[in-house]
């Protein structure tokens, strides 16, 4: 059987071929691949893939989490995702907007709450993958990673069960916009697209 597999996510599982092929590029090579994945896609822009996912009946789901400076905004007529962190190299911003976005940052953004905020995103999307019956691994990703001061072992006790062995934010090595995917090593992407295959496979 040919599984059609849908993957929700950020910029982690945006295809880049001119950089080479990403995990996602060689996990199409052997099912139906559905990559709604979006370059700076914020927590609830993700679990509005996942209902596209579960809406059309995939046979496997592959979610990736993201971090809590991800929002999401109604701009000129066009829901549109950006990270507080890059705002210049993510968004089509004009440059006044992006000032005026940087300015926000700094005098309104709470970063407590938006963690707050997105861990309850994140367990609603984990609670209604669960309830589709659909076979999925979730991948907790920039959600409150060790590497930038999180503590992720804290939140989603309840779905370690779904857990991706593999953070793909754990394997990054590159700091620019571009690859999308940011991660060069051609061989880290080959043992992630190994790793789902068999994960796949076995449902």
């Known amino acids: 059987m040919n599984k059609h597999v849908y993957i929700c996510g950020d910029s ?8 080479g092929p ?7 090579q052997k099912f139906t691949v559905t990559n709604l994945c979006q370059v700076c896609a914020a927590n ?6 996942v209902d596209k996912a579960i809406a059309y009946s995939a046979d496997f789901i592959i979610c ?33 907007d992006q000032n005026f976005f940087k300015k926000f940052r700094a005098e309104f953004f709470d970063l407590t709450t938006s963690i707050y905020e997105s861990k309850c995103i994140i367990e ?23 590497k930038f001061g999180g503590k992720p072992e804290k939140y989603f006790t309840k779905y370690r069960k779904y857990f991706s062995e593999i ?8 700091r620019p916009y571009r690859p999308y995917y940011h991660i060069s090593d051609s061989n880290v992407h080959k043992q992630v697209a190994d790793y789902y295959i068999n994960a796949i496979n076995k449902t």
């Open 44 to 49: 609830l822009l993700i679990s509005q893939q």
């Open 124 to 146: 609603n999307t984990l609670q209604k993958l669960v309830d589709s019956d659909i076979p999925f691994l979730f991948d907790q990703g920039g959600f409150e990673h060790a």
């Open 167 to 174: 953070n793909l934010w754990s394997y990054t090595d590159t």
């Open 64 to 96: 990736l989490g993201t971090s809590s400076t991800r929002q999401v905004i109604n701009y000129q007529g066009k829901i549109v995702p950006y990270s507080l962190a890059s705002i210049d190299d993510t968004t089509k911003f004009s440059l006044e």
């Open 22 to 28: 990403n995990w996602v590029d060689i996990l199409s």
């Open 12 to 19: 982690f599982g945006v295809s880049d071929l001119e950089y």
